[in-house]
Protein backbone atom coordinates (compact mmCIF):
# COMPACT_ATOMS: atom_id res chain seq x y z
CA UNK A 1 0.00 0.00 0.00
CA UNK A 2 3.01 2.55 0.65
CA UNK A 3 4.72 2.29 -3.07
CA UNK A 4 1.00 2.67 -4.54
CA UNK A 5 0.50 5.80 -2.20
CA UNK A 6 4.16 7.22 -3.18
CA UNK A 7 3.44 6.41 -7.12
CA UNK A 8 0.00 8.69 -6.32
CA UNK A 9 2.55 11.29 -5.03
CA UNK A 10 4.38 11.51 -7.83
CA UNK A 11 1.04 11.15 -9.99
CA UNK A 12 -0.45 13.63 -8.15
CA UNK A 13 2.95 16.15 -8.57
CA UNK A 14 2.84 15.68 -12.89
CA UNK A 15 -0.72 16.52 -12.42
CA UNK A 16 -0.71 19.88 -10.81
CA UNK A 17 2.15 20.88 -13.05
CA UNK A 18 0.17 20.14 -15.87
CA UNK A 19 -2.52 22.12 -14.05
CA UNK A 20 -0.68 24.96 -13.26
CA UNK A 21 -0.69 26.27 -17.21
CA UNK A 22 -4.07 26.46 -16.90
CA UNK A 23 -5.10 27.57 -13.43
CA UNK A 24 -3.57 30.86 -11.63
CA UNK A 25 -4.47 29.10 -8.23
CA UNK A 26 -2.89 26.00 -8.75
CA UNK A 27 0.44 27.70 -10.40
CA UNK A 28 0.81 29.46 -7.02
CA UNK A 29 0.48 26.33 -5.34
CA UNK A 30 3.47 24.57 -7.89
CA UNK A 31 5.94 27.97 -7.72
CA UNK A 32 5.58 28.42 -3.93
CA UNK A 33 6.17 24.78 -3.46
CA UNK A 34 9.63 25.24 -5.34
CA UNK A 35 10.58 28.05 -2.79
CA UNK A 36 9.64 26.32 0.28
CA UNK A 37 13.15 24.92 0.97
CA UNK A 38 14.90 28.22 -0.13
CA UNK A 39 13.12 29.67 2.43
CA UNK A 40 13.08 27.51 4.74
CA UNK A 41 17.06 27.06 4.86
CA UNK A 42 17.58 30.98 4.70
CA UNK A 43 15.44 31.32 7.91
CA UNK A 44 16.73 28.68 10.01
CA UNK A 45 19.87 26.89 11.72
CA UNK A 46 20.47 23.45 13.03
CA UNK A 47 20.95 25.70 16.45
CA UNK A 48 17.14 27.04 16.21
CA UNK A 49 14.24 25.42 18.51
CA UNK A 50 11.24 25.10 16.40
CA UNK A 51 7.66 24.45 16.16
CA UNK A 52 5.62 23.47 13.33
CA UNK A 53 1.55 24.53 12.55
CA UNK A 54 0.21 23.14 9.55
CA UNK A 55 -2.92 23.63 7.62
CA UNK A 56 -4.90 22.67 4.44
CA UNK A 57 -6.18 26.29 3.75
CA UNK A 58 -7.88 29.23 5.31
CA UNK A 59 -10.05 27.66 7.40
CA UNK A 60 -7.71 25.24 9.14
CA UNK A 61 -5.90 28.82 10.41
CA UNK A 62 -8.56 30.23 11.41
CA UNK A 63 -9.69 26.79 13.24
CA UNK A 64 -5.95 26.42 14.55
CA UNK A 65 -5.50 29.91 15.43
CA UNK A 66 -5.91 29.86 19.01
CA UNK A 67 -3.59 27.45 20.00
CA UNK A 68 -1.31 28.77 17.87
CA UNK A 69 -1.48 31.73 19.72
CA UNK A 70 -1.14 30.74 23.14
CA UNK A 71 1.81 28.45 21.78
CA UNK A 72 3.27 31.43 20.20
CA UNK A 73 3.37 33.17 24.21
CA UNK A 74 4.63 30.10 25.71
CA UNK A 75 7.44 28.92 23.36
CA UNK A 76 9.04 32.59 22.56
CA UNK A 77 12.57 31.10 22.29
CA UNK A 78 11.42 28.57 19.24
CA UNK A 79 11.16 29.91 15.73
CA UNK A 80 7.31 29.03 14.21
CA UNK A 81 7.29 27.14 10.69
CA UNK A 82 3.42 27.74 9.12
CA UNK A 83 2.61 25.48 6.01
CA UNK A 84 0.37 25.50 3.78
CA UNK A 85 -0.99 23.32 0.93
CA UNK A 86 -3.36 25.22 -0.04
CA UNK A 87 -2.79 28.80 -2.29
CA UNK A 88 -5.97 30.07 -0.60
CA UNK A 89 -4.41 29.86 2.53
CA UNK A 90 -1.03 30.84 2.53
CA UNK A 91 -1.78 33.81 -0.09
CA UNK A 92 -4.02 35.10 2.44
CA UNK A 93 -2.08 34.55 5.64
CA UNK A 94 1.61 34.40 4.54
CA UNK A 95 2.17 37.66 7.15
CA UNK A 96 0.70 36.48 9.70
CA UNK A 97 2.09 37.34 12.88
CA UNK A 98 1.82 33.99 14.43
CA UNK A 99 4.75 32.31 12.61
CA UNK A 100 8.38 33.54 11.57
CA UNK A 101 8.48 32.02 8.57
CA UNK A 102 5.26 30.50 6.40
CA UNK A 103 5.67 28.15 3.27
CA UNK A 104 3.80 25.54 1.07
CA UNK A 105 4.22 22.23 2.00
CA UNK A 106 5.92 20.78 -0.10
CA UNK A 107 4.01 17.52 -1.82
CA UNK A 108 4.25 14.78 0.41
CA UNK A 109 7.20 12.40 -0.97
CA UNK A 110 9.64 10.17 1.41
CA UNK A 111 12.52 12.19 0.12
CA UNK A 112 10.90 16.19 0.46
CA UNK A 113 9.22 14.96 4.21
CA UNK A 114 12.74 13.67 5.02
CA UNK A 115 14.03 16.66 3.65
CA UNK A 116 11.61 19.16 5.16
CA UNK A 117 12.09 17.83 8.73
CA UNK A 118 15.76 17.54 8.50
CA UNK A 119 15.62 21.29 8.66
CA UNK A 120 13.06 22.35 10.33
CA UNK A 121 12.93 19.32 13.17
CA UNK A 122 10.39 20.66 15.31
CA UNK A 123 10.02 19.63 19.04
CA UNK A 124 6.45 19.68 18.40
CA UNK A 125 4.06 19.65 15.30
CA UNK A 126 0.13 20.34 14.98
CA UNK A 127 -1.53 19.53 12.03
CA UNK A 128 -5.34 20.56 11.44
CA UNK A 129 -8.67 18.53 11.66
CA UNK A 130 -7.63 16.08 8.59
CA UNK A 131 -4.68 17.22 6.51
CA UNK A 132 -2.86 14.00 6.80
CA UNK A 133 0.54 13.62 5.19
CA UNK A 134 1.95 9.49 5.90
CA UNK A 135 5.28 10.50 4.56
CA UNK A 136 6.03 13.59 6.66
CA UNK A 137 4.21 11.87 10.31
CA UNK A 138 6.27 8.91 9.62
CA UNK A 139 9.32 10.71 9.16
CA UNK A 140 8.69 13.10 12.27
CA UNK A 141 7.90 9.62 14.42
CA UNK A 142 10.97 7.77 12.85
CA UNK A 143 12.44 10.92 14.94
CA UNK A 144 10.77 10.65 18.04
CA UNK A 145 9.55 14.01 17.51
CA UNK A 146 5.83 15.37 19.10
CA UNK A 147 3.04 15.12 16.78
CA UNK A 148 -0.68 15.78 17.31
CA UNK A 149 -3.83 15.97 16.01
CA UNK A 150 -6.50 19.01 16.54
CA UNK A 151 -9.91 19.70 15.91
CA UNK A 152 -10.49 16.16 14.39
CA UNK A 153 -13.78 15.58 12.64
CA UNK A 154 -14.00 11.59 11.25
CA UNK A 155 -16.70 9.97 9.05
CA UNK A 156 -17.26 6.23 9.03
CA UNK A 157 -16.82 6.67 4.62
CA UNK A 158 -13.10 7.78 5.02
CA UNK A 159 -10.56 5.93 3.84
CA UNK A 160 -9.27 5.44 7.16
CA UNK A 161 -11.98 3.07 7.75
CA UNK A 162 -11.76 1.31 4.74
CA UNK A 163 -10.19 -2.05 3.45
CA UNK A 164 -8.37 0.19 1.01
CA UNK A 165 -7.16 3.02 3.57
CA UNK A 166 -4.30 1.05 5.48
CA UNK A 167 -1.53 3.83 4.70
CA UNK A 168 -3.11 6.43 6.08
CA UNK A 169 -4.84 4.45 8.47
CA UNK A 170 -1.03 3.98 9.73
CA UNK A 171 -0.62 7.54 9.70
CA UNK A 172 -3.41 8.05 12.35
CA UNK A 173 -0.78 6.06 14.77
CA UNK A 174 2.17 8.70 14.38
CA UNK A 175 0.13 11.03 16.26
CA UNK A 176 0.78 11.12 20.05
CA UNK A 177 -2.74 12.54 20.50
CA UNK A 178 -5.72 13.32 18.78
CA UNK A 179 -8.49 15.90 19.87
CA UNK A 180 -11.92 15.29 17.81
CA UNK A 181 -14.90 17.47 17.60
CA UNK A 182 -17.19 15.09 18.71
CA UNK A 183 -17.68 11.81 19.99
CA UNK A 184 -18.47 10.44 16.18
CA UNK A 185 -14.91 10.82 15.77
CA UNK A 186 -13.91 9.79 18.76
CA UNK A 187 -15.65 6.32 18.32
CA UNK A 188 -14.49 5.64 14.98
CA UNK A 189 -10.72 5.74 15.83
CA UNK A 190 -11.51 3.62 18.88
CA UNK A 191 -12.89 0.99 15.87
CA UNK A 192 -9.56 0.53 14.35
CA UNK A 193 -7.93 0.44 18.26
CA UNK A 194 -6.69 3.58 17.99
CA UNK A 195 -7.21 5.17 21.67
CA UNK A 196 -5.30 8.11 22.44
CA UNK A 197 -7.95 10.47 21.97
CA UNK A 198 -9.92 12.96 23.65
CA UNK A 199 -12.94 15.05 22.60
CA UNK A 200 -12.45 18.66 23.02
CA UNK A 201 -14.38 20.08 20.80
CA UNK A 202 -14.23 22.34 17.82
CA UNK A 203 -11.09 25.06 18.60
CA UNK A 204 -13.48 27.22 16.01
CA UNK A 205 -15.49 28.41 18.82
CA UNK A 206 -12.52 29.80 20.68
CA UNK A 207 -11.43 31.02 18.03
CA UNK A 208 -15.04 32.99 16.75
CA UNK A 209 -15.39 34.07 20.44
CA UNK A 210 -12.34 35.70 20.60
CA UNK A 211 -13.86 38.13 18.18
CA UNK A 212 -16.03 39.57 20.80
CA UNK A 213 -12.77 40.93 22.27
CA UNK A 214 -11.44 42.83 19.47
CA UNK A 215 -12.42 46.54 18.24
CA UNK A 216 -14.90 45.27 15.39
CA UNK A 217 -15.44 49.23 14.90
CA UNK A 218 -15.75 50.14 10.65
CA UNK A 219 -16.45 53.69 10.29
CA UNK A 220 -17.63 53.53 6.99
CA UNK A 221 -20.26 50.36 8.04
CA UNK A 222 -21.50 52.61 10.84
CA UNK A 223 -22.43 55.29 7.78
CA UNK A 224 -23.74 52.99 5.47
CA UNK A 225 -26.02 51.83 8.14
CA UNK A 226 -26.99 55.02 9.45
CA UNK A 227 -29.05 53.29 12.54
CA UNK A 228 -31.37 50.77 9.85
CA UNK A 229 -31.91 47.29 10.01
CA UNK A 230 -29.11 45.63 8.41
CA UNK A 231 -28.90 42.57 6.81
CA UNK A 232 -25.22 41.16 5.99
CA UNK A 233 -24.69 38.21 3.31
CA UNK A 234 -21.30 36.89 3.64
CA UNK A 235 -19.15 34.45 1.64
CA UNK A 236 -22.09 34.26 -1.34
CA UNK A 237 -21.73 32.74 -4.86
CA UNK A 238 -23.87 33.21 -7.58
CA UNK A 239 -26.46 30.66 -6.47
CA UNK A 240 -27.30 32.95 -2.85
CA UNK A 241 -26.55 36.11 -5.05
CA UNK A 242 -29.68 35.35 -7.44
CA UNK A 243 -32.04 35.40 -4.01
CA UNK A 244 -30.93 38.39 -2.47
CA UNK A 245 -30.68 40.54 -5.33
CA UNK A 246 -34.32 39.10 -6.67
CA UNK A 247 -35.58 39.81 -2.82
CA UNK A 248 -33.59 43.20 -2.64
CA UNK A 249 -35.60 44.49 -6.21
CA UNK A 250 -38.77 43.42 -5.34
CA UNK A 251 -39.05 43.94 -1.76
CA UNK A 252 -40.95 46.50 -0.23
CA UNK A 253 -38.35 47.25 2.87
CA UNK A 254 -37.02 50.30 2.01
CA UNK A 255 -35.57 51.32 5.54
CA UNK A 256 -33.69 47.73 5.37
CA UNK A 257 -30.38 48.33 4.11
CA UNK A 258 -27.92 45.05 3.08
CA UNK A 259 -24.64 44.08 2.99
CA UNK A 260 -22.86 41.42 0.23
CA UNK A 261 -19.50 40.38 1.11
CA UNK A 262 -19.01 37.76 -2.35
CA UNK A 263 -16.21 34.91 -2.12
CA UNK A 264 -15.46 35.52 -5.61
CA UNK A 265 -14.19 39.81 -5.72
CA UNK A 266 -13.23 39.50 -9.22
CA UNK A 267 -14.51 42.42 -10.88
CA UNK A 268 -16.74 40.52 -13.73
CA UNK A 269 -18.64 39.05 -10.21
CA UNK A 270 -18.97 42.17 -8.66
CA UNK A 271 -20.43 44.24 -11.78
CA UNK A 272 -22.42 41.29 -12.70
CA UNK A 273 -24.13 41.52 -9.07
CA UNK A 274 -24.20 45.60 -9.10
CA UNK A 275 -25.60 45.47 -12.89
CA UNK A 276 -28.87 43.14 -11.61
CA UNK A 277 -29.87 45.54 -8.68
CA UNK A 278 -32.20 48.36 -9.44
CA UNK A 279 -31.59 49.90 -6.40
CA UNK A 280 -28.54 52.53 -5.76
CA UNK A 281 -25.69 50.06 -4.33
CA UNK A 282 -21.93 51.13 -4.06
CA UNK A 283 -18.51 49.39 -3.85
CA UNK A 284 -15.97 48.96 -0.69
CA UNK A 285 -13.34 50.29 -3.15
CA UNK A 286 -15.38 52.97 -4.57
CA UNK A 287 -17.17 54.45 -0.74
CA UNK A 288 -17.27 57.81 -0.35
CA UNK A 289 -19.38 59.02 2.87
CA UNK A 290 -22.20 60.70 0.79
CA UNK A 291 -22.50 57.93 -1.64
CA UNK A 292 -22.66 55.57 1.43
CA UNK A 293 -25.77 57.53 3.23
CA UNK A 294 -27.77 57.20 0.16
CA UNK A 295 -27.16 53.86 -0.56
CA UNK A 296 -29.09 50.24 -0.36
CA UNK A 297 -26.47 48.11 -0.96
CA UNK A 298 -23.00 48.20 0.12
CA UNK A 299 -20.80 45.27 -1.58
CA UNK A 300 -17.75 44.81 -0.22
CA UNK A 301 -15.23 43.15 -3.30
CA UNK A 302 -12.23 42.98 -0.60
CA UNK A 303 -11.19 40.32 1.79
CA UNK A 304 -10.42 40.48 5.28
CA UNK A 305 -13.38 42.56 7.13
CA UNK A 306 -16.53 40.26 7.07
CA UNK A 307 -16.06 39.20 10.47
CA UNK A 308 -16.02 42.51 12.03
CA UNK A 309 -18.82 43.62 9.15
CA UNK A 310 -21.40 40.79 11.09
CA UNK A 311 -21.22 42.94 14.22
CA UNK A 312 -23.32 45.38 12.84
CA UNK A 313 -25.84 42.97 11.10
CA UNK A 314 -29.21 42.17 12.66
CA UNK A 315 -29.75 39.28 10.72
CA UNK A 316 -27.04 37.24 8.66
CA UNK A 317 -26.70 35.40 5.24
CA UNK A 318 -24.22 33.01 4.81
CA UNK A 319 -23.38 31.68 1.32
CA UNK A 320 -22.21 28.38 0.32
CA UNK A 321 -25.35 26.27 0.65
CA UNK A 322 -27.74 27.27 -1.97
CA UNK A 323 -24.82 25.30 -4.76
CA UNK A 324 -22.90 22.51 -4.10
CA UNK A 325 -19.34 24.62 -2.96
CA UNK A 326 -20.02 23.63 0.78
CA UNK A 327 -21.14 26.11 3.38
CA UNK A 328 -18.89 28.78 4.59
CA UNK A 329 -18.13 30.06 8.15
CA UNK A 330 -21.74 30.49 10.41
CA UNK A 331 -19.84 30.99 13.68
CA UNK A 332 -18.54 33.86 12.63
CA UNK A 333 -21.89 35.82 12.91
CA UNK A 334 -23.11 33.90 15.57
CA UNK A 335 -21.01 35.08 17.95
CA UNK A 336 -23.06 37.96 17.39
CA UNK A 337 -26.15 36.65 18.58
CA UNK A 338 -27.68 37.13 15.02
CA UNK A 339 -30.45 34.77 13.42
CA UNK A 340 -29.01 33.43 10.43
CA UNK A 341 -30.54 31.71 6.90
CA UNK A 342 -28.69 29.48 4.83
CA UNK A 343 -29.46 27.27 1.81
CA UNK A 344 -30.27 23.40 2.19
CA UNK A 345 -27.08 21.92 1.23
CA UNK A 346 -25.56 21.90 5.00
CA UNK A 347 -25.68 17.87 5.66
CA UNK A 348 -21.72 18.01 6.22
CA UNK A 349 -21.72 20.93 8.66
CA UNK A 350 -22.91 19.71 12.24
CA UNK A 351 -22.83 23.39 13.83
CA UNK A 352 -25.29 24.04 11.04
CA UNK A 353 -27.93 21.17 12.16
CA UNK A 354 -27.00 22.21 15.79
CA UNK A 355 -28.17 25.74 15.36
CA UNK A 356 -31.38 24.58 12.91
CA UNK A 357 -32.07 22.60 16.20
CA UNK A 358 -32.21 25.05 18.60
CA UNK A 359 -34.19 27.71 16.10
CA UNK A 360 -31.37 29.89 15.62
CA UNK A 361 -30.63 29.02 11.95
CA UNK A 362 -33.06 29.33 8.63
CA UNK A 363 -32.65 26.74 5.93
CA UNK A 364 -33.90 27.57 2.85
CA UNK A 365 -34.35 25.80 -0.38
CA UNK A 366 -35.78 28.43 -2.74
CA UNK A 367 -36.87 31.97 -3.12
CA UNK A 368 -40.06 31.90 -1.78
CA UNK A 369 -39.10 29.94 1.34
CA UNK A 370 -36.00 32.84 1.47
CA UNK A 371 -38.73 35.78 1.24
CA UNK A 372 -40.89 34.37 4.08
CA UNK A 373 -38.20 33.81 6.34
CA UNK A 374 -36.19 36.76 5.41
CA UNK A 375 -39.73 39.06 5.68
CA UNK A 376 -40.02 37.31 9.45
CA UNK A 377 -37.05 38.21 10.76
CA UNK A 378 -37.00 41.74 9.78
CA UNK A 379 -41.03 42.41 10.89
CA UNK A 380 -40.49 40.04 14.27
CA UNK A 381 -38.23 41.73 16.22
CA UNK A 382 -38.74 39.19 19.38
CA UNK A 383 -38.61 36.34 16.69
CA UNK A 384 -35.30 37.86 15.77
CA UNK A 385 -33.93 38.67 19.03
CA UNK A 386 -34.51 35.45 20.10
CA UNK A 387 -33.14 33.57 17.68
CA UNK A 388 -29.69 35.57 17.68
CA UNK A 389 -29.68 34.61 21.40
CA UNK A 390 -30.01 30.85 20.59
CA UNK A 391 -27.01 31.44 18.46
CA UNK A 392 -25.16 33.27 20.75
CA UNK A 393 -25.50 30.86 24.03
CA UNK A 394 -24.88 28.23 21.68
CA UNK A 395 -20.93 29.32 21.19
CA UNK A 396 -20.77 30.48 24.79
CA UNK A 397 -21.66 26.93 25.20
CA UNK A 398 -19.19 25.10 23.08
CA UNK A 399 -16.18 27.34 24.19
CA UNK A 400 -12.79 25.22 25.86
CA UNK A 401 -11.17 23.55 23.66
CA UNK A 402 -8.00 25.24 23.39
CA UNK A 403 -8.13 24.66 27.34
CA UNK A 404 -7.76 21.18 27.04
CA UNK A 405 -5.17 21.45 24.19
CA UNK A 406 -2.63 23.60 26.22
CA UNK A 407 -3.21 21.51 29.53
CA UNK A 408 -2.47 18.21 27.44
CA UNK A 409 0.76 20.15 26.15
CA UNK A 410 1.99 21.72 29.14
CA UNK A 411 2.14 17.61 31.16
Not at 133 to 144: D, G, M, S, T
Not at 264 to 275: P, Y
Request: aromatic fraction near 12%; charge should be positive.
Amino acid sequence: MSFIYNIGIHILHFGLKCASLFNEKIKKGVVGRQNTFKVLESHLNSSDKTLWFHCASLGEYEQGLPVFKELRKQYKAHKIVLSFFSPSGYEIRKNSPVADIIVYLPLDSKSLAKRFVNIVNPELTIFVKYDIWPNFLNELKRRQLRAILISAAFRRNQSYFKFYGTELKRALFTFEHIFTQNETSKALLQSINYNKVTVSGDTRFDRVFSQLELDNSLSFIETFKDNKPCIVAGSTWPEDENLLINYINTCNHDHVKFIIAPHNIKASQINNIQDKLNVESILYSKKNDKQLNNARVFIIDTIGILSKIYSYADIAYVGGAMGHTGLHNTLEPAVFALPIIIGSNHKKFPEAKAMIDINGMFSVSNQKDFNTILNELIQNKEKRMSSGKNNGDYIKKNRGAVIQILDYLRI
